[in-house]
DNA sequence: TGAATTAATTCCATTATTTGGAACTGTGTT
DNA sequence: AACACAGTTCCAAATAATGGAATTAATTCA
């Protein structure tokens, strides 16, 4: 049969994506079940995505089949097992987390409130690791939370050690979604702040990507990779933590952070 | 044209692996770094894979690209931090889980010691909670653990629920190693005790793959899914953990099983 | 240091896999 | 029974993956 002629050309390579083939595809169906909270049957996801019938089918079906995708009683789909199975080796290897668990831990005993561990990816935060007072045993759930870098503590202060220009280029795929009064709302207060943060060498997070949490960071570099940022930060609920808190944190924060460069050099160096 | 459309009874593909495509083979990457313990480059990887060179490479890169799989310094690989995103939603959105969390934390309060849910995948089980006395600040790691099924009292409780033929199908698959002198040595004594299990209505598992840790188990399965089968254990040092302390933990272990069961059971019938 | 060796990356004609529109099946509803 | 709708299967065409070989980069060692 004809062929279509009206294939239109529009590229729509979206300037982070590079092309992952088969696989992306595969994979942006878990994205779509995992930033979604409703439960997706077939069709909802069909609608989330751009591909057509056929190929999402046999597309869930392989991510079923490899366990990454389960269906539930009710014929919704959930994330497979299979990915805890990969993030809990992923989480026990990772050398920097590694490295800066002991750092983390007398960062909490030192302020009493919850200390936490980001990394950034794209213009996201994921948080590695987390240390609460009230023995949490739901912690889990928290670690490889993932929130958007420009309204939390440690995200802009993972941003602000990124190089200018790969700093823009990320900056112009955030979206400046408003969560509290708070909230950056552009790109501008975003770049004045990141700037106060490069010289005073720390983050504040004051309740805007949620009500009533307040948070001080200090940003992480790697000695090696210049694409490398994370942060450490110090969060507490703001009817408690006053910001003259926060800031008599700011400098043990700092500290933290340097130590942990420090320990990551170290660990680079040596042949063992 | 086509064969005996319906004779297909004898489903011949391959028992454990389906095809799953591009999708499989680049996961099979993933599953090479994970049950590696050493750092492996770009040829360790070649080795144990059976793509060629060409071909891997740019499976990697893609799974780099997808954020499933890092480089690290020495360029060996890692796995990826968008698993933890991804496996912190699948943990937090799981139904079973949720449903069961109430339950395993009255096992612990009512017991003292460690208290495990494990779910069965093929022959693996995955540990999906844990709750501990001393507050365990690092017990991700062991979520999304996985262990054989036939060495580990959640894993021979899990089995004990399936269906006979889909039983044996499974135990085809079992590679019978030796964890510790008490493990378990072929599917005879494996069959013997899961009948054992079945009759009794718990599992046990006397150092069998850890020297050291005993635990006692109880098999839940699902109101409507054959082929779900999962358990709760409690475990502890056998030091100080006797058999006989074992053994009286076995009836609360049952009935939080069952009392799972129920609630999962309820959870799927209202249609609020 | 630089030649030899090994590892990592790129290339591209061939091939196999994915693609996607459409037809089909199955389930529930009035 | 007829309908509507969700899910599944099919297959020729299009495309993306393949994989052997050439190229480049990183180590090793004389």
Known sequence: MGKNPQSARKKRVDL???DTGTLGKAISVLDIITQTSAPLRFTDVLQ?????????????????????L????????ALGLRLLQFASKAWADNEFRNVAAPHIQKLHEATGETVHLGVLR??????????????????????????????TGVGKAALS?????ELRERMKRIEFRRFT?????????????????????????REEHETGITCVAAPILSPTDPLFAASVSVTG??????????ASWADIARDTASAIMQNMAIQLSPRS
Chains 1, 2 share one sequence.
């Not at 389960?70 to 789909?77: H, I, L, P, T």
């Not at 050690?161 to 220009?165: C, G, K, R, S």
């Not at 009064?181 to 997070?205: C, F, H, K, V």
């Open 48 to 68: 989330r995505s751009d591909q057509p019938r056929g190929t999402l089918h046999r597309q869930i079906s392989n991510l079923i089949n490899e366990g990454l």
């Open 161 to 165: 050690v990124l190089a200018d220009d």
């Open 181 to 205: 009064p708070n909230t950056l709302s552009d790109a501008a207060a975003l770049l004045a702040e990141i700037d106060i943060i490069r010289s005073t060498g720390n983050a504040y997070d």
């Open 122 to 151: 794209d213009i996201e935060v994921t948080y590695l690791d987390k240390i609460e007072s009230r023995r949490n045993i739901r912690m889990v759930s928290q670690i490889g939370n993932t929130a958007p870098a420009f309204c």
């Open 237 to 246: 609920p703001a009817y408690r933590v006053t910001p003259q808190m926060l």
């Open 70 to 77: 389960a269906v539930k009683s009710d014929g919704s789909y």
């Open 16 to 18: 982070a994506k590079k």
